[in-house]
C-alpha cells in the first residue's frame, strides 16, 4: 500500500486548507485511514480518522468542530478539511492506512500499518 498525502501550506489564522491522502496498491475492501501530526520538538498525536465502509469518523478533541474528515471511495482518496485554523496546528501531517475493527483503537499509532510521506501545514499568527 502506497499513501501519498498532499494540500499542505501555509494559512493564516483562521484561514482554511485541504489535505488529500490517495491510498494506492493493494488496499483491501475494509480499512480505517487517519490523519496524525507532529509540530516540532513534539510527539506524534492523532488527529481523525474514517473507514472506508460505512463512513464512520472519530476526532482528536483540538480539532472536533474545526477539522472533518471524508473519502471518495473511488479514488481511494480521503479528505481533511481544516478550518478556523489556529498557530498551534502547524505541523507535519500524516496520513495511514490501517485494519482495526474498533475505531476508537485507531487514535494509536501502532494501530496502523502504512503511512505516508507527511506534508507540512504552517499557520501564521
Known amino acids: 500500500v502506497q499513501l501519498q498525502a498532499s494540500g499542505g501550506g501555509l494559512a493564516q489564522a483562521g484561514g482554511s486548507l485541504r489535505l488529500s491522502c490517495a491510498a494506492s496498491?493493494?488496499?483491501?475492501?475494509?480499512?480505517?485511514m487517519g490523519w496524525f501530526r507532529q509540530a516540532p520538538g513534539k510527539e506524534r498525536e492523532f488527529v481523525a480518522a474514517i473507514r472506508r465502509n460505512g463512513g464512520s469518523t472519530d476526532y482528536a478533541d483540538s480539532v472536533k468542530g474545526r477539522f472533518t474528515i471524508s473519502r471518495d471511495n473511488a479514488k481511494n482518496t480521503v479528505y481533511l478539511r481544516m478550518t478556523s485554523l489556529k498557530p498551534e496546528d502547524t505541523a507535519v501531517y500524516y496520513c495511514?492506512?490501517?485494519?482495526?475493527?474498533?475505531?476508537?483503537?485507531?487514535?494509536?499509532?501502532?494501530?496502523?500499518?502504512?503511512w505516508g510521506q507527511g506534508t507540512l501545514v504552517t499557520v501564521s499568527s
Open positions: 496498491g493493494r488496499t483491501f475492501s475494509s480499512y480505517v
Open positions: 495511514a492506512v490501517g485494519y482495526g475493527v474498533i475505531l476508537s483503537a485507531m487514535r494509536l499509532i501502532r494501530s496502523y500499518d502504512y
